[in-house]
């Protein structure tokens, strides 16, 4: 199996909006409400390791952080099964209907009310089962290529960063941007929050760490992919300012056979998101 390093998924635009805060939190104003001017050069000795966020400590990765680390994106990876099999159809009315046209045929061909009924539980049971074959196959194409080494791939390469969200000294989120110096982009990757932590505005402070880093370090737009099925993801980027650029419903993910049953049983939405700081 090729495991390619994975490409961006999705592209958004920032656009300035008051940002809400963590409950029983000070609002603060947001650093990206005036892009920077064309050509503007501002300081990495302006760049901050380590930033309070609410409540939240958000600061660098550091080794002796990744085994939680690992923690965190294996469970948000994982909860991508049941989301891409049973919620993620509902997205896909040409699956839904294809479904439909099975069932009826099982009934045309076998005259069996049993087999009939029992020809939709047979369907999602085979959605299930190719979703978590497609999705552990992604985790573990990603667990040997950028989270196999995030020092290495993120900490050292310039452009490129890796943070976590420590709350009550425990970590409970991840973050990390990569910079594409073609077309002067750094690309939003590998968000994900530790479950128990989730609806304290968490995510929300880890991509504005990245829109800051940005806007420190010149880059011209912020961009990132995305597969996720709930809606929730997808207003938490538009809720810090970015837009959807294009989307793809035959999106493949590194690991994927492209089989034919693979086709027939996994389906999954692609959306880029793209948010403009500064004019080219």
């Not at 009310?113 to 074959?133: E, F, H």
């Not at 999106?251 to 027939?264: A, D, K, N, Q, V």
Request: hydrophobic letters at 40%; glycine letters at 6%.
């Amino acid at each position: 199996m090729h495991c390619s390093s994975p490409k961006m998924v999705c592209e958004t635009k920032i656009v300035a909006d008051e940002h809400e805060a963590i409950p029983g939190t000070k609002k603060e104003p947001m650093m990206w409400g005036s892009p920077a001017a064309p050509g503007a050069v501002l300081s990495p000795a302006a760049e901050p390791k380590d930033v309070r966020r609410d409540g939240v400590f958000i600061r660098e990765f550091e080794r002796e952080d990744q085994e939680e680390v690992l923690r965190i994106f294996h469970e948000g990876i994982m909860e991508r099964i049941p989301n891409s099999a049973f919620r993620g159809i509902w997205q896909q009315p040409r699956t839904q209907f294809l479904y439909a046209f099975l069932t009826v045929m099982c009934f045309y061909m076998t005259k069996s009310v049993t087999l009939t009924c029992c020809a939709p539980l047979i369907l999602m049971g085979a959605r299930y089962y190719y979703s978590r074959k497609v999705i552990q196959n992604y985790l573990d194409c990603a667990l040997n290529t950028d989270m196999a080494d995030i020092e290495a791939y993120y900490m050292k390469p310039t452009g490129s960063c890796f943070w976590v969200a420590v709350l009550d000294g425990r970590v409970v989120g991840i973050v990390a941007a990569q910079g594409h110096e073609d077309d002067n982009t750094v690309e939003l990757r590998r968000m994900s929050v530790d479950s128990r932590y989730r609806g304290k505005g968490i995510a929300k402070a880890l991509g504005r760490r990245v829109l800051e880093y940005a806007v420190r370090n010149n880059y011209a737009a912020v961009v990132l992919g995305t597969t996720a099925v709930k809606l929730a993801a997808h207003k938490l980027y538009e809720s810090l300012g970015f837009c959807r650029t294009s989307q793809s419903e035959d999106y493949r993910l590194p690991g994927m056979s492209r089989s034919p049953l693979e086709r027939l049983f996994f389906q999954i939405r692609h959306s880029r998101y793209r948010l403009q700081l500064r004019e080219e």
